[in-house]
């Protein structure tokens, strides 16, 4: 069974990835949601062989396709201001703190 992650490790998960207490495994896929998200998107020799080490080219592709499609899911609700179904119009959208 899938499990997110728990509160204290998406403290962690928020703070230095190498010194996070977190499985590599994760922190390859959170380093790979880092670089997907940045300005300039780039997966250098480094990252991919991190990688590799966890997972085969299918589930990078995998893993890649989600995080792309939720980062741009993210970026267009915010283009448009579309705010969640249970907030209201007095409720601060959290990207324009």
Same mark, same amino acid.
């Given at each position: ?21 977190? #499985? @590599? ?40 396709? @989600? ?22 119009? @007095?409720? #601060?959208? #959290?990207?324009?703190?």
């Amino acid at each position: 069974m899938r499990r997110g992650l728990s509160e204290r490790e998406v403290r962690e998960a928020l703070g230095d990835l190498d010194r996070a207490g977190l #499985p @590599a495994r994760t922190v390859a896929a959170l380093r790979l949601a880092d670089c997907l998200t940045s300005e300039r998107p780039m997966v250098d020799e480094a990252l991919f062989a991190e990688l590799r080490r966890h997972f085969d080219e299918g589930q990078i592709l995998e893993l890649g396709a @989600a995080l792309t499609v939720a980062s741009g899911w993210q970026r267009f609700i915010e283009a448009f201001g579309i705010r969640p179904d249970g907030w209201s119009e @007095a409720t #601060p959208l #959290p990207w324009t703190r």
